[in-house]
């Protein structure tokens, strides 16, 4: 109990709480302009919590991200433009409502099932990761190297692209993180002669440089997109508690696949949005009326994606492993701050994870009256042109990278990663994947050769620890599923079942 | 730059070929089985295999899928902005090279210039580029960098250069 006077104590502050309004009010702004995503948001914020108490900066991030994820929601029904990629799945259904002629409907659904799904996402890291802290502390290098490379695998097979393009792009990725000194034998590798490279390549800028130039990058090619008509909205949250009631099946539903795609290392709010969606139409009573306008689709998935961003952190708290791309940002944040990701975390500093528990309750529940007069205003915010929010956004990925370590070397690693992403985005190769390769590929290498070195060479023990061994079978199913399905499938082809 | 699986598969079994080489040419650690080369040829070799399969349109199909479905979406969205309708000069994909480029002039000219003389070049470059009014323009470019001073410099203290603007009242003490 007095764990969690203590964390109230320590999210009670004031910086806390200015912290959590201002980035509440940046995540929303930022989520609602079209080609501005919540994982950009966060970016762009980690120079910032670099002065920030832990506490606070942490919470930066939870509010920043929870408002942007929502948010997105505004230009989707509005505009049919999803503000962020987590809105993309149903802004076709949102807009369909926009056109029946209630966008407060609309608008409502979006602000009150984000804020129920967030909550009920924060209620399973709760819940989660206790237990699995407690299991997590009889781990040893071997468990360590299978749940890193299982999270690897997850994030290869949710990505929506071919498969074989994002285990590439994860390779690019470990293949990045092997620059520099950093590994266990403290060799220097693929530095070509260059101390800047010795120090091997900051996740950090490479993540700026990926989620935020190259958004600007495709800005350049695109046009601007309509201006928002000004319209006056009549009450937002009018009808929703019967909505609740009504739809009870599939906001839980909703909110168990959100959360579940949130603990998979790298799948994140727009895969939760995309399945929950599809799963919504295939097991609802009228399919029919999806696409037309019905609220059904919107409550699953607006409740999904929201209810994913609080699970990503159960793996990015206990191993390192992100959740999804926002969680890759914040364990970045967490080990600068001192909060080093791993089970002690929740022995040590219990304190700091209620209080981080705490944040994403405050954050869910403020969201709904800023999320309101957001919406009030959203006609104004979207007016502001793509030329005067683009350049802000060029200087602060300069100067924010810059002054992650005060070396410029940081701005030319943003500079080449946007363009890279860029690229990659462009022939299909999923940039999430590579993403977590960089995130990862220290951890995964660490445990791998410690592992290695400890069992002499030999890869028995690898299968011979019972932990070990189940991680291991999940592994190598994850690994062979696609060639299984697609096997099947084939023999199907051929010898149709008689 | 969109260019064929083909392209792009080739050039991943080259740069996973590179790898593996590179990582094979490491010095092992005198004692030990397991040095420094192990893991950039695992991986590299891993690349180069799943370059060949890209070139070979393997896994093409899931694409396609996911591209359907976002089509659906994004397609209709496309048409009602306008985007593509009149033939483009051939100097338009390299548009999308200036944020990058800005980025490689700030690290170039930081330290001579200063920070507000750069970051009006970089803002006003940009909101150029993006189609705005020149008034827009050069009010963004000597409000933008003012504000970022502002709020990198006094709030969190980043040593940002002053160069030729050495304006006593907007730098550190």
Same mark, same amino acid.
């Given at each position: 109990?007095? =764990?969690?006077?203590?964390?109230?104590?320590?999210?009670?502050? =004031?910086?806390?709480?200015?912290?959590?309004?201002?980035?509440?009010?940046?995540?929303?702004?930022?989520?609602?302009?079209?080609?501005?995503?919540?994982?950009? @948001?966060?970016?762009?914020?980690?120079?910032?919590?670099?002065?920030?108490?832990?506490?606070?900066?942490?919470?930066?991030?939870?509010?920043?991200?929870?408002?942007?994820?929502?948010?997105?929601?505004?230009?989707?029904?509005?505009?049919?433009?999803?503000?962020?990629?987590?809105?993309?799945?149903?802004?076709?259904?949102?807009?369909?409502?926009?056109?029946?002629?209630?966008?407060?409907?609309?608008?409502?659904?979006? &602000?009150?099932?984000?804020?129920?799904?967030?909550?009920?996402?924060?209620?399973?890291?709760?819940?989660?990761?206790?237990?699995?802290?407690?299991?997590?502390?009889?781990?040893?290098?071997?468990?360590?190297?299978?749940?890193?490379?299982?999270?690897?695998?997850?994030?290869? !097979?949710?990505?929506?692209?071919?498969?074989?393009?994002?285990?590439?792009?994860?390779?690019?990725?470990?293949?990045?993180?092997?620059?520099?000194?950093?590994?266990?034998?403290?060799?220097?590798?693929?530095?070509?002669?260059?101390?800047?490279?010795?120090?091997?390549?900051?996740?950090?800028?490479?993540?700026?440089?990926?989620?935020?130039?190259?958004? &600007?990058?495709?800005?350049?090619?695109?046009?601007?997109?309509?201006?928002?008509?000004?319209?006056?909205?009549?009450?937002?949250?009018?009808?929703?508690?019967?909505?609740?009631?009504?739809?009870?099946?599939?906001?839980?539903?909703?909110?168990?696949?959100?959360?579940?795609? $949130?603990?998979?290392?790298?799948?994140?709010?727009?895969?939760?949005?995309?399945?929950?969606?599809?799963?919504?139409?295939?097991?609802?009573?009228?399919?029919?009326?999806?696409?037309?306008?019905?609220?059904?689709?919107?409550?699953?998935?607006?409740?999904?994606?929201?209810?994913?961003?609080?699970?990503?952190?159960?793996?990015? +708290?206990?191993?390192?492993?992100?959740?999804?791309?926002?969680?890759?940002? @914040?364990?970045?944040?967490?080990?600068?701050?001192?909060?080093?990701? $791993?089970? =002690?975390?929740?022995?040590?500093?219990?304190?700091?994870?209620?209080?981080?528990?705490?944040?994403?309750?405050?954050?869910?529940?403020?969201?709904?009256?800023?999320?309101?007069?957001?919406?009030?205003?959203?006609?104004? &915010?979207?007016?502001?042109?793509? @030329?005067?929010?683009?350049? &802000?956004?060029?200087?602060?990925?300069?100067?924010?990278?810059?002054?992650?370590?005060?070396?410029?070397?940081?701005?030319?690693?943003?500079?080449?990663?946007?363009?890279?992403?860029?690229?990659?985005?462009?022939?299909?190769?999923?940039?999430?994947?590579?993403? +977590?390769?960089?995130? !990862?590929? =220290?951890?995964?290498?660490?445990?791998?050769?410690?592992? +290695?070195?400890?069992?002499?060479?030999?890869? +028995?023990?690898?299968?011979?620890?019972?932990?070990?061994?189940?991680?291991?079978?999940?592994?190598?199913?994850?690994?062979?599923?696609?060639?299984?399905?697609?096997?099947?499938?084939?023999?199907?082809?051929?010898?149709?079942?008689? | 730059?969109?260019?064929?699986?083909?392209?792009?598969?080739?050039?991943?079994?080259?740069?996973?070929?590179?790898?593996?080489?590179?990582?094979?040419?490491?010095?092992?650690?005198?004692?030990?089985?397991?040095?420094?080369?192990?893991?950039?040829?695992?991986?590299?070799?891993?690349?180069?295999?799943?370059?060949?399969?890209?070139?070979?349109?393997?896994?093409?199909?899931?694409?396609?899928?996911?591209?359907?479905?976002?089509?659906?979406?994004?397609?209709?969205?496309?048409?009602?902005?306008?985007?593509?309708?009149?033939?483009?000069?051939?100097?338009?994909?390299?548009?999308?090279?200036?944020?990058?480029?800005?980025?490689?002039?700030?690290?170039?000219?930081?330290?001579?210039?200063?920070?507000?003389?750069?970051?009006?070049?970089?803002?006003?470059?940009?909101?150029?580029?993006?189609?705005?009014?020149?008034?827009?323009?050069?009010?963004?470019?000597?409000?933008?960098?003012?504000?970022?001073?502002?709020?990198?410099?006094?709030?969190?203290?980043?040593?940002?250069?002053?160069?030729?603007?050495?304006?006593?009242?907007?730098?550190?003490?």
């Amino acid at each position: 109990m007095s =764990t969690v006077i203590e964390a109230f104590s320590l999210v009670l502050q =004031t910086d806390v709480l200015i912290a959590i309004l201002l980035s509440s009010i940046y995540g929303l702004v930022v989520g609602s302009l079209p080609g501005l995503s919540a994982t950009m @948001a966060t970016a762009l914020l980690v120079p910032i919590t670099f002065y920030l108490s832990p506490i606070a900066a942490v919470a930066t991030i939870i509010a920043a991200s929870a408002m942007a994820i929502f948010s997105g929601d505004i230009p989707g029904a509005l505009l049919r433009i999803p503000g962020t990629p987590a809105s993309a799945a149903y802004t076709d259904e949102a807009y369909a409502m926009t056109r029946k002629g209630q966008p407060e409907l609309a608008l409502g659904i979006c &602000v009150w099932f984000s804020a129920l799904g967030g909550i009920a996402g924060t209620i399973s890291l709760m819940a989660l990761a206790p237990p699995l802290a407690e299991m997590a502390l009889n781990f040893s290098t071997y468990e360590y190297f299978w749940l890193a490379f299982l999270g690897l695998m997850c994030a290869t !097979m949710v990505a929506r692209s071919s498969p074989v393009k994002a285990v590439a792009s994860m390779l690019i990725g470990l293949l990045v993180s092997c620059i520099g000194i950093e590994n266990p034998a403290g060799t220097p590798r693929f530095t070509f002669g260059s101390t800047d490279l010795l120090g091997g390549i900051e996740p950090i800028p490479a993540l700026v440089g990926v989620f935020a130039v190259s958004e &600007v990058m495709r800005a350049m090619l695109t046009s601007e997109p309509p201006k928002l008509p000004y319209r006056r909205f009549g009450s937002i949250l009018a009808g929703q508690l019967a909505l609740t009631r009504k739809y009870v099946a599939p906001q839980v539903r909703g909110n168990i696949v959100g959360i579940i795609i $949130g603990v998979l290392p790298g799948a994140g709010a727009d895969m939760a949005a995309w399945v929950s969606y599809s799963m919504s139409k295939r097991f609802s009573k009228e399919p029919e009326k999806f696409g037309t306008g019905h609220p059904e689709g919107l409550i699953e998935a607006g409740a999904s994606n929201n209810a994913s961003l609080a699970s990503g952190w159960v793996p990015s +708290l206990l191993f390192g492993i992100p959740g999804d791309t926002i969680t890759a940002i @914040a364990i970045g944040v967490l080990y600068m701050k001192g909060l080093n990701p $791993g089970p =002690t975390l929740f022995t040590e500093r219990a304190s700091s994870m209620y209080a981080l528990y705490i944040i994403f309750i405050i954050a869910n529940i403020i969201m709904i009256p800023l999320g309101i007069a957001m919406i009030r205003i959203a006609a104004l &915010v979207l007016r502001a042109p793509r @030329a005067s929010v683009m350049p &802000v956004i060029v200087l602060l990925c300069a100067v924010g990278s810059f002054a992650t370590g005060n070396n410029l070397f940081a701005v030319v690693t943003v500079a080449a990663f946007g363009a890279i992403g860029y690229v990659m985005e462009r022939n299909g190769y999923p940039v999430a994947a590579m993403v +977590l390769g960089i995130v !990862m590929g =220290t951890m995964v290498e660490q445990s791998f050769v410690t592992s +290695l070195i400890k069992s002499d060479g030999s890869i +028995l023990p690898f299968f011979s620890r019972p932990v070990a061994s189940v991680l291991a079978a999940m592994t190598i199913a994850a690994l062979f599923w696609p060639l299984g399905v697609w096997t099947w499938s084939r023999l199907r082809r051929h010898w149709p079942v008689k | 730059m969109r260019l064929s699986d083909r392209v792009t598969g080739l050039f991943m079994v080259a740069l996973g070929g590179l790898a593996a080489y590179g990582g094979s040419r490491l010095p092992p650690v005198p004692g030990q089985q397991i040095g420094p080369d192990v893991f950039p040829l695992v991986v590299g070799i891993g690349l180069a295999i799943c370059g060949g399969l890209i070139a070979f349109g393997v896994g093409r199909h899931y694409e396609e899928e996911a591209e359907a479905d976002l089509a659906k979406i994004t397609g209709q969205m496309a048409t009602s902005i306008g985007e593509a309708d009149e033939p483009l000069a051939w100097w338009w994909g390299l548009k999308a090279l200036v944020p990058p480029a800005l980025l490689l002039f700030y690290v170039v000219a930081v330290d001579r210039l200063g920070f507000l003389p750069t970051a009006a070049v970089m803002v006003l470059i940009t909101s150029l580029a993006l189609g705005a009014r020149l008034r827009l323009a050069i009010a963004m470019a000597i409000g933008a960098p003012l504000f970022v001073n502002l709020v990198f410099l006094k709030l969190l203290r980043v040593p940002l250069p002053s160069g030729l603007l050495p304006l006593p009242w907007i730098s550190l003490p």
